[in-house]
C-alpha cells in the first residue's frame, strides 16, 4: 500500500507498475498483512544511496541523518570512519553522477550533501549551506533545550533562510534543533537597544 501522502508530488502509480520505496510499517489485518511503502520517508533517501554508494554500504560511509521537503529539497549528513575518503565526495560521484542518480529516481528533488560533525556549531554552518554563516550561539532554554542563534552577513540572509524558510526548516530538522536567523544589521540594532536600556536604567 503506498497511500497519496507518501508519494511525490504529481506522482501516479497503477497495479503492476514496479516502484522502489521503503517499507516503514507492516500490519497484520483480517485480509491479511499489509506492507505500508514510502517514497517520502527520509529513510528512502538513506537507503537509495546505500545502493547507490558503495562505500555506504560497505560500512565506510555513515548517513547521519536525512531531512527531506519531498519532491523539493533534502539535505542528507555524512562522515566517513576512513580520513582518506571525502564522505561528501564519495556521495556526489564524479561529476555528480551518484547524486543525479538518485535525483532522478526522486524527479529532480535538489539534494544538499552535508558533512557531519561531532561540533554542533560546525554542524550547523555545514547544515546551512550554501549560506555562509558568520557566528552560531546555542541558547540554553529552562526546559533544558537547546536552540541556535545564527548570524550571517545582510546579503547572505535570504540565502540562509531559503525560498519560503526552506534551508533553515530542512538544516534544523537536520541536526534536530530549532535555528533563528539573523541579519549583521538586526543584530547590531538589538544590541545598541541592549546597551540604551542598559544606561537608561
Known amino acids: ?8 508530488p504529481r506522482e501516479q502509480f497503477r497495479n503492476g507498475d514496479r516502484i522502489r520505496a521503503y517499507i516503514y510499517d507492516v500490519r ?26 558503495p562505500e555506504i554500504y560497505d560500512g565506510i560511509i555513515e548517513v547521519k541523518s536525512v531531512a ?7 539535505k542528507i549528513a555524512v562522515v566517513s570512519r576512513d580520513s582518506s575518503i571525502d564522505p561528501v565526495g564519495a556521495c556526489v560521484g564524479m561529476r555528480g553522477s551518484r547524486v543525479q542518480s538518485i ?7 535538489k ?15 555545514n547544515a546551512l549551506a550554501p549560506a555562509k554563516i558568520t557566528r552560531v550561539s546555542p ?12 548570524v ?5 540572509l535570504s540565502l540562509a533562510i531559503g525560498k519560503k524558510g526552506q534551508n533553515v ?33
Do not use: N
Open 1 to 8: 500500500i503506498v497511500r497519496r501522502d507518501e508519494m511525490l
Open 68 to 74: 527531506r521537503d519531498p519532491g523539493s529539497r533534502a
Open 169 to 201: 526548516r530542512l538544516a534544523s530538522a537536520l541536526i534536530g534543533m530549532k535555528i533563528e536567523i539573523k541579519g549583521e544589521t538586526e543584530v547590531k540594532g538589538e544590541v545598541a537597544q541592549a546597551l540604551s536600556r542598559m544606561l537608561e536604567a
Open 111 to 125: 539534494i544538499d550533501v552535508i558533512l557531519y560533525s561531532d561540533d554542533l556549531i560546525t554542524f550547523a554552518q
Open 139 to 150: 541558547i540554553h532554554h529552562e526546559d533544558g533545550g537547546m536552540s541556535l542563534d545564527c
Open 28 to 53: 497484520r489485518e483480517p485480509r491479511g498483512p499489509q506492507i505500508f511503502l514510502s517514497r517520502t520517508h527520509p529513510q528512502f533517501m538513506a537507503k537509495l544511496f546505500a545502493q547507490e554508494v
Open 103 to 109: 535525483m532522478r529516481e526522486l524527479h529532480g528533488e
Open 152 to 156: 550571517v552577513e545582510d546579503d547572505q
